[in-house]
């Protein structure tokens, strides 16, 4: 809705608005001085603050709009409504301060309603819209997470394989007591048949020992 062809055309007017109000408003502030001191007549006064106004960009540039435009608060936070109520709330004030007669800047005006909007996008309660710091933020929490999960599963299976390593070790020696034990009872056993053998042919000797 905010983003459509129409707002856009809101906001367009609502900046021509802007630039006509600070025109007689902060253009009567500078020229204030020179009218009333009679140096210049107010028709030569009006051309002089004309003609430093446009000439001015050509020698100075825009750092000023480029500071209100980008240095006041972060673009990405910046959308249609956003400018409009800057706008809306400069050309209020703009409009306050001359009907009182009130010297003031239009310059300033602006910047006060940037960061009011600013203030209230902060503190006012989270809408459905995010912006894309938002998007960012969630993105980056979601992969620290991914990182923690992934590193989680990388010391699960450390530790599985260390438990499998120590199990294999402990069965192998097992399994090697168990050789052991085997090869000893094969040898006790073989020694117990040649003993007997040995007693079978000594009594074998002996009785035909005997008969002769």
């Known amino acids: 809705m905010a983003d459509s062809l129409s707002w856009i055309l809101v906001i367009v007017v609502a900046a021509l608005a802007f630039d006509f109000i600070n025109g007689f408003h902060d253009s009567a502030n500078s020229i204030s001085t020179v009218v009333s001191t ?8 009006v051309l002089w603050a004309a003609f ?52 003031s800047s239009s310059s300033h005006a602006l910047i006060g309603g940037l960061i009011g909007v600013a203030v209230g996008v902060l503190y006012a309660p989270k809408s459905g819209k995010e912006t894309r710091e938002d998007i960012a933020r969630k993105a980056e929490e979601l992969m ?49 048949l040649k003993r007997a053998l040995d007693a079978g042919v000594e009594a074998y000797k002996e009785e035909k020992a005997k008969t002769t």
């Open 38 to 45: 009679r140096v210049l007549s107010p028709k030569y006064a």
């Open 52 to 103: 430093f106004n446009f000439s001015a960009v050509l020698f100075v540039g825009v750092p000023v709009a480029k500071m209100i435009g980008t240095g006041i608060i972060s673009p990405t936070a910046i959308d249609n409504l956003v400018v409009l109520a800057a706008l809306g709330g400069s050309i209020a004030w703009n409009l306050f301060t001359w009907y009182s007669g009130l010297p």
């Open 144 to 192: 620290d997470k991914a990182k923690e999960e992934y590193e989680r599963a990388v010391q699960t299976s450390k530790r599985a394989y260390e438990a499998a390593r120590e199990k294999v070790a402990e069965a192998e020696e097992k399994a090697g007591e168990l050789a052991g034990k085997g090869k000893e009872a094969l040898q006790d056993q073989k020694s117990r």
